[in-house]
């Protein structure tokens, strides 16, 4: 590999839309985690609405269990988008300047194999484990 100044036309940034796709997913999942938070709101003034110890109770309360459990995934999701997406694009953006068109293609075309192997072992990984499987 080579560590050469960068050519004018290696050095363009990703595309704009290609940018855009990790912000749009940081501003969905931010609605989803208002509507998660009203919901959960919602959820907790019920559980005082109904009767110590009656059904409708324990129902409403399970709710408020389940709320928080996807609100705190969904924070975890959102911490984990929000730290990768500005080091990742300056990680590709670096990586992109200091290798020839060649040597990126050739990197990109690895980089989705691995991809592609990787969605393939999720997919077969459950399958795999079936009944007839041995751990």
């Known amino acids: 590999m080579r560590h050469a100044l960068a ?20 501003e969905s999942l931010q609605q989803q985690r208002a509507d998660l938070v009203r919901a959960l ?6 559980v ?3 009767p110590i110890g009656s059904l409708q109770q324990t129902n409403a309360r399970a709710r408020v269990t389940r709320l928080q459990r996807e609100l705190r995934r969904l924070k975890a999701a959102l911490d984990t988008s929000k730290r990768h ?16 068109r060649n040597e990126w293609q ?3 075309a690895e980089a ?6 990787k969605a393939a072992e999720r997919q077969i990984g459950p399958l795999a484990a079936g009944p007839g499987a041995q751990s």
Do not use: N, W, Y
């Open 106 to 108: 050739c990197i990109v």
């Open 85 to 100: 997406q500005d080091v990742g694009d300056f990680l590709i953006e670096m990586f992109r300047e200091r290798v020839s």
């Open 48 to 50: 005082r609405t109904f």
């Open 7 to 26: 050519r004018p036309e290696q050095s363009q940034s990703p595309s704009p839309q290609a940018s855009r796709k990790p912000e749009r997913e940081i």
């Open 41 to 46: 709101a919602a959820a907790e003034a019920s």
């Open 112 to 117: 989705r194999r691995r991809h592609d192997s």
